[in-house]
């Protein structure tokens, strides 16, 4: 980074200084002409505090108290460096013969502050008419016969303000360069702790001038945390860029992700491989990746801008089989009772931050997909994610001897909601409705469609703020638990019934579908049904009205009402009405044989299609009208 350059330079403007005023000036004068230079070379002030020490032979150098360097103007945090202590020393002898070689730099406390604003200005852009870096980082000339062979930084902090982000604080952060040898390899060490622990990065550096200068030089690099290590081999610049290989070998994944202070969530081992470059726009690529974490193998390519307010992301991800069953069953574990039962479902908190972590768009294709009690099989997918909402397109996904396409759709930009656009082919219903409904009654292949939206920030909630509609189409299944053709003939001990076909449309609304237009084709029998199911509570409040065929019309209905929690329904003929109909059919019989005995005692005899009441009124209303006439004397 220029921010390195640009210290550097200021160490060398000081230690030239310090070379040819040393035997003559004081300690304070020294350090005014120091800060006199730096204010020309970077047009920000340097300030030093208390005295300013000067040793001899065999290190010339200064040590000073607190150090600071001014920030950018438009800044109002503070310095953008300081330190509590601060101490330089050079080999005289080297001086002597024109060359600058830094024995050691020593700074205990520093605090470096780096911000950047909404508009892109960065407090880090420090250029004027005689930069000491240079108009072109690549010449190295300002470094000409400068070297240092020690440097420690103990105790320091570093802060990262971007305009409308959270800020980043690294603090307990250390670092040591060797470099003895000018011609030789520099190797550098860096500590931190980001977290809970520290994590160290080891690197040989095969040309530091030419990186110091703004070039390319060949780096070999080793981060360590919580056991873990990610290797780097290729060619760096402080720019930033880099190219090579990258390797990663961590043994709790969970830990190493804690330790630089990122989420967790994955469980396990897990490794990385592939070819990796940084270009200085923040580009970042992965070519020939390979991953293992959750005890999947996966391989991936990937491209990720880095340079904006979030990374945005293009990669394509291909697997043969993923298996979460040991991420779903931590999840359920951490619920803490919160998960679902048999009776309900999860009232924990869903944390759906994740989706605002990136934006971008990420290909899958996978030939098998384990969700502990849902089974996937080949999965063809592209997932697009916006400001914190996810559209997840389902080009291909094949589950249970079925077919389904359509889209899932994720938002989380003001409060969660989900959504859901289906369109299901020959899905196999018995294992289907056992994985995701806990219902496991009826077989068959079925057709369907349906499109839902929810809400909330549980499963509990958002199954219970459910909406939508949809439709369903079965052929040849049959249901468990009862037999309507038994039934039918006073059975009621159970047994299993086959249909034809059924079909059915349902609208959801606050989490309770309600179905009217049920029809189940029997071969003696049709069935027809209406009712409720609580998606939310998981309860059924159902009614299946089986009917024995007429030439007709239904001779025999005998309803079978089906109620309860989805896992312990009843299922029993509905048995009012039965009695009812029964008592409607009598009451209906014993009015016409009234009606019949009525019209004989009248002599009344029907008209063709003219029924006794009717033929009975008329008797009635001409013997009514006939004694009238006789009262008024009438002929």
Excluded: C
């Amino acid at each position: 980074m220029r921010i390195i350059r640009i210290l550097l330079a200021v160490a060398v403007a000081t230690a030239i200084g310090l070379i040819t005023l040393i035997a003559i000036l004081p300690g304070e004068k020294i350090a005014a002409i120091a800060a006199d230079q730096v204010k020309a070379a970077t047009g920000r002030d340097l300030n030093f505090e208390g005295d300013v020490g000067i040793s001899w032979y065999p290190i010339l150098g200064v040590s000073t108290g607190n150090v600071t360097l001014g920030n950018a103007p438009w800044s109002e945090n503070g310095p953008m460096f300081s330190a509590q202590k601060a101490a330089i020393g050079v080999d005289v002898l080297a001086a002597l013969s024109g060359n600058i070689r830094i024995k050691k730099i020593e700074l205990i406390g520093p605090d470096v502050l780096l911000e950047q604003t909404a508009d892109g200005r960065a407090n880090w852009d420090i250029a004027t008419s005689s930069d000491p870096v240079g108009s072109d980082p690549g010449t190295g000339s300002t470094l000409e016969g400068f070297a240092i062979e020690s440097m420690v930084v103990r105790d320091a902090r570093l802060r990262f303000l971007v305009e409308g982000e959270t800020p980043i604080e690294i603090t307990q952060l250390g670092a040591t360069l060797a470099w003895a040898d000018r011609s030789a390899p520099a190797q550098i060490s860096l500590s931190a702790q980001p977290a809970s622990a520290p994590v160290t990065i080891d690197a040989t550096v095969s040309d530091l001038d030419a990186l110091l200068a703004g070039s390319l030089s060949e780096i070999t690099a080793v981060l360590r945390a919580a056991k873990g290590a990610v290797h780097f081999q290729g060619r760096a610049g402080l720019a930033p860029e880099a190219a090579g290989k990258i390797s990663a070998d961590v043994p709790d994944a969970d830990a190493f992700l804690a330790t630089l202070g990122l989420g967790g969530g994955l469980p396990g081992p897990a490794s990385l491989s592939g070819d990796m470059t940084l270009t200085r726009d923040m580009h970042l690529s992965l070519r020939q990746g390979s991953m293992t974490a959750l005890g999947n193998s996966i391989t991936t390519q990937a491209d990720i801008a880095l340079g904006g307010v979030k990374p945005v992301v293009k990669a394509q991800v291909a697997a043969q089989n993923l298996d979460f069953t040991t991420l779903i069953a931590d999840d359920n574990s951490d619920n803490n009772g919160g998960s679902s039962t048999g009776s309900s479902w999860s009232k924990a908190p869903i944390d759906a931050s994740a989706l605002g972590l990136i934006d971008g768009t990420i290909s899958l294709a996978a030939e098998a997909i384990d969700l502990g009690d849902f089974d996937i099989g080949r999965t063809r997918a592209t997932v697009t994610i916006d400001n914190s909402r996810a559209v997840a397109k389902l080009t291909e996904l094949q589950a249970y001897d079925g077919t389904i396409t359509g889209r899932f759709v994720a938002n989380n930009r003001n409060g969660l909601s989900v959504r859901a656009d289906l369109d299901v082919a020959q899905i196999a219903l018995q294992p289907f409705l056992s994985a995701t409904a806990d219902l496991g009654s009826f077989t068959g292949k079925a057709d369907l469609k349906t499109s839902v939206l929810g809400s909330g920030q549980s499963m509990f909630a958002i199954m219970n703020s459910l909406k939508g509609e949809g439709s369903v189409t079965v052929g040849r299944g049959t249901i468990e638990g009862i037999d309507l053709d038994k039934l039918l003939r006073g059975d009621v001990s159970g047994g299993t019934t086959v249909f034809d076909s059924m079909t059915a449309t349902w609208t959801i609304l606050k989490g309770v579908i309600r179905n009217d237009d049920l029809l189940m084709e029997l071969p003696r029998l049709a069935a027809t049904g209406a009712g409720t199911i609580g998606l939310g509570l998981r309860t059924i409040n159902y009614v299946v009205s089986p009917q024995i065929r007429g030439d007709d019309a239904p001779l025999l209905i005998v309803p079978v009402k089906i109620e309860g929690s989805w896992d312990n329904p009843s299922i029993a003929p509905d048995m009012d009405q039965v009695i009812k109909q029964n008592l409607d059919e009598e009451r209906k019989a014993l009015e016409q044989k009234a009606k019949d005995k009525f019209a004989k005692e009248l002599g009344v005899a029907p008209e063709e299609n003219q029924s006794t009441e009717d033929a009975v009124k008329k008797k009635l209303e001409e013997e009514a009208k006939n004694g009238l006439l006789k009262l008024l004397g009438a002929d």
